[in-house]
């Protein structure tokens, strides 16, 4: 079966912690996709990432930054300096190619508090 | 702008009644989706259309139907035989192929 999981469904830090979101998958394909993606509290989802099974150079965009390592299955999100309009539910994210068709699957989200 | 609109926003209907969420898109997307979401239980498909005319089932298409008559339009129906229907509906597109799903602002069901 091809899934994410979110073990975390939680966490709360305080304003200018680090904190690393996790994120693990599950697929005996070779050509894959992850995404990483911030739902505030408006409710709309906003994209953040994509990274391909190809690429494991970790990504770096300003106070955000991606771990991807094949070896555990993992793609996990890293805030560096977390500020409170961080504050939200991050969701990562497999693309599954069925039938000849793709669909987005979702872990079920870890929601970030953070406090000031 | 170039986006994706839901609406409404919010949306009330009595039991027993179909009501139908709208879903237009400006991005010249060809791939568009539906999804439900339930607190704690993240994202779940609904229904996906690849191109125009053409959709398929997702996890949980009982009790809804879609059609895709337009590029632009993927509106999705909520039917009565949808068990519990009250959610969070957030639809999607994509350019397709491997690329990232960009999300409208929801629309808020609920049922009484």
């Known amino acids: 079966a091809q899934k994410v999981t979110q073990a975390q469904t939680e966490i709360s830090v305080v304003e200018k912690e680090d904190v690393t979101l996790d994120c693990v998958y599950e697929t005996r394909d070779t050509t894959y996709y992850l995404f990483w993606y911030k739902q505030p509290p408006s409710g709309e989802l906003v994209f953040l990432i994509r990274?391909?099974?190809?690429?494991?150079q970790n990504e770096i965009s300003g106070r955000y930054s991606w771990n991807f390592q094949k070896s555990t299955s993992s793609f996990n999100f890293t805030i560096t300096a977390s500020q409170v309009v961080d504050s939200a539910v991050y969701f990562c994210a497999f693309l599954i190619t069925q039938g000849g068709s793709e669909k987005l699957v979702f872990g079920k989200g870890t929601k970030l508090t953070v406090n000031p | 702008d170039g986006g994706i609109t839901q609406s409404p926003k919010y949306l009330f209907r009595k039991e027993g009644q179909n009501v139908t969420l709208s879903c237009e898109q400006n991005l010249n997307h060809d791939a568009m989706y539906w999804y439900r979401q339930d607190p704690g239980q993240g994202l779940r498909l609904i229904y996906y259309s690849q191109i125009v005319n053409d959709f398929q089932k997702g996890d949980i298409a009982e009790g809804y139907s879609v059609s895709r008559e337009k590029k632009e339009s993927f509106p999705l129906t909520v039917t009565s035989a949808q068990k519990n229907p009250t959610a969070f509906y957030l639809c999607?597109?994509?350019?397709?192929?491997?690329?990232?799903?960009?999300f409208g602002q929801g629309t808020r069901l609920t049922v009484v």
């Open positions: 990274r391909n099974s190809f690429d494991e």
């Open positions: 999607a597109s994509s350019m397709g192929v491997n690329t990232e799903a960009f």
